[in-house]
């Protein structure tokens, strides 16, 4: 090969692994969360590129927003709210993130670091729902915890049977016949007694005045 046809391979080379979803790295297109949860992200590598620094960007993933990374296989490293993890045996890295923010959402990378090369970088869309926009079961509610029911205050009074018996109306057939007996042994004797003052007042004054007038038919 030439060396002009050698100096036209290689930008070539370095463009594929720019690439997202090329051979040397691969994951999700795409990753969705809820607000105060947490997500996960997997991505593949080929085996050449075991020993090679794994880390969890911002695109453009250049070194500015590079958010974790990890040098030790088997080791969770943490950075703030993201944490990174190497598993060699399965030839992936997991990316977790946890209390997720609405400022979350946007255009992430799984990226290894090569040298002397441009590193090969996997573009991972991260979506972030606010818990409002949640889907809930009917009759149940996420937002707020059921408020407990509060029952009514007990009455004063709790009598066995289908009904309760209204205190005023135990009290009334009593009233009546309290009346009752005041009508028969003080009312009517009273009333009897004024009746007869007033008959006996009003005889003899019947009486004078029969005397009065037969005594002028008399005279006449």
Not at 15 to 23: A, E, W
Not at 100 to 125: H, K, N, W
Request: proline share 9%.
């Amino acid at each position: 090969m030439t060396p002009r046809g050698r100096a036209g391979w290689l930008p070539s080379a370095l463009l594929l692994l720019q690439v997202p979803g090329c051979l040397s790295l691969s994951g999700p297109r795409s990753v969705t969360g809820i607000v105060g949860g947490s997500l996960s992200v997997e991505c593949r590598y080929q085996e050449a590129l075991v020993d090679n620094i794994k880390y969890w960007c911002k695109q453009p993933c250049v070194s500015p927003w590079k958010i974790v990374e990890t040098r030790e296989s088997e080791r969770e490293v943490r950075r703030g709210r993201v944490s990174i993890r190497d598993r060699p045996a399965s030839l992936t890295f997991t990316v977790t993130l946890k209390s997720l923010r609405e400022e979350d959402a946007g255009m992430y990378g799984c990226g290894i670091y090569v040298p002397f090369s441009v590193d090969p970088t996997f573009q991972v869309e991260v979506s972030v729902i606010p818990v409002t926009m949640t889907t809930t079961s009917p009759g149940r509610s996420t937002s707020t915890p059921e408020s407990p029911t509060t029952l009514p205050a007990p009455t004063w009074s709790s009598v066995s049977g289908p009904e309760a018996t209204d205190p005023g109306q135990v009290h009334r057939p009593l009233l009546g016949s309290v009346h009752f007996l005041l009508l028969v042994f003080l009312k009517v004797p009273l009333l009897l007694g004024m009746l007869g003052a007033v008959l006996w007042v009003n005889r003899p004054l019947s009486s004078s005045a029969d005397r009065r007038s037969r005594s002028i038919y008399e005279n006449q």
